[in-house]
């Protein structure tokens, strides 16, 4: 015989239900809440400064859209820089009437050749001090209309920001013109002009602007009396005349 489920009143039987769970159980303690939402901050804090440290390091590393550094040694640099010293150095040397006008055409890959292969030798050869020699390496500049962008990359450590400066054309009170030195800038940081001159001058005075003359041995003296500057190129025009000795 089958056993009778049914209940007393003549219904069926039903299982009485789950007992609920205790969730009280199942939740960690108010300390280790508090060290897990301290530790969710604590990397999330991380991660911002991480993240903030790269762009910062990325601003300061970033490099113009001209900058390629050349190899002076190479070749193919080396002759090129050559050819352009013997050229340049033909016409300033040249033997012309007083005063005359005339013109010398350079591009900006004439000079960053000269810049890469000859620059450091003569450099030396006129004394000049080999940390001013050392911050100038791997110099290259830049032609756009009325701004020459002159850009160096100093040895500063783990970071050597590619320090670019702008230099403007004006005349100066001997005819000649002289470039200005108007704003610098590290990475996309723009950087006073002062601090520039105190962290490689070496304490040295440091004019902003370079009066564009050139002495000659024979007692001559070229001056660049027009600069005109365009998309990666320039045109000087220039007088040589006989200095006068007192």
Same mark, same amino acid.
């Given at each position: 015989?089958?056993?009778?489920?049914?209940?007393?009143?003549?219904?069926?039987?039903?299982?009485?239900?789950?007992?609920?769970?205790?969730?009280?159980?199942?939740?960690?303690?108010?300390? +280790?809440?508090?060290?897990?939402?301290?530790?969710?901050?604590?990397?999330? &804090?991380?991660?911002?400064? &991480?993240?903030?440290?790269?762009?910062?390091?990325?601003?300061?590393?970033?490099?113009? $859209?001209?900058?390629?550094?050349? $190899? /002076?040694?190479? %070749?193919?640099?080396?002759? %090129? /820089?050559?050819? +352009?010293?013997?050229?340049?150095?033909?016409?300033?040397?040249?033997?012309?009437?007083?005063?005359?006008?005339?013109?010398?055409?350079?591009? $900006?890959?004439?000079?960053?050749?000269? &810049?890469?292969?000859?620059?450091?030798?003569?450099?030396?050869?006129?004394?000049? $001090?080999?940390?001013?020699?050392?911050? &100038?390496?791997?110099?290259?500049?830049? @032609?756009?209309?009325?701004?020459?962008?002159?850009?160096?990359?100093?040895?500063?450590? +783990?970071?050597?920001?590619?320090?670019?400066?702008?230099?403007?054309?004006?005349?100066?009170?001997?005819?000649? +013109?002289?470039?200005?030195?108007?704003?610098?800038? %590290?990475?996309?940081?723009?950087?006073?002009?002062?601090?520039?001159?105190?962290?490689? %001058?070496?304490?040295?005075?440091?004019?902003?602007?370079?009066?564009?003359?050139?002495?000659?041995?024979?007692?001559?003296?070229?001056?660049?009396?027009?600069?005109?500057?365009?998309?990666?190129?320039?045109?000087?025009? @220039?007088?040589?005349?006989?200095?006068?000795?007192?």
């Amino acid at each position: 015989m089958k056993p009778d489920h049914r209940t007393a009143e003549g219904g069926c039987a039903t299982n009485p239900p789950p007992a609920p769970a205790d969730k009280s159980v199942a939740q960690p303690p108010p300390a +280790v809440r508090r060290k897990r939402w301290l530790k969710r901050i604590l990397l999330s &804090l991380l991660a911002i400064v &991480l993240i903030a440290v790269f762009v910062l390091w990325w601003m300061i590393s970033a490099k113009p $859209d001209y900058w390629h550094v050349l $190899d /002076g040694s190479h %070749a193919e640099v080396r002759t %090129a /820089g050559e050819r +352009v010293e013997q050229t340049v150095s033909s016409l300033i040397t040249r033997v012309r009437p007083t005063d005359q006008s005339w013109q010398l055409p350079l591009s $900006d890959k004439n000079i960053n050749h000269w &810049l890469a292969a000859r620059m450091p030798n003569w450099l030396a050869n006129q004394n000049i $001090d080999p940390s001013i020699i050392a911050v &100038l390496r791997h110099a290259q500049v830049h @032609c756009e209309p009325d701004r020459l962008l002159l850009a160096v990359q100093p040895d500063l450590g +783990v970071v050597s920001p590619v320090i670019e400066l702008t230099l403007v054309p004006r005349p100066s009170d001997s005819g000649a +013109v002289e470039l200005y030195v108007k704003s610098a800038k %590290a990475g996309v940081f723009d950087v006073p002009i002062d601090t520039i001159i105190e962290k490689f %001058a070496n304490n040295r005075s440091v004019p902003r602007e370079l009066t564009l003359e050139v002495p000659l041995k024979d007692g001559r003296e070229v001056q660049v009396t027009d600069l005109g500057l365009t998309d990666s190129a320039m045109m000087l025009t @220039c007088t040589t005349r006989r200095v006068s000795r007192r």
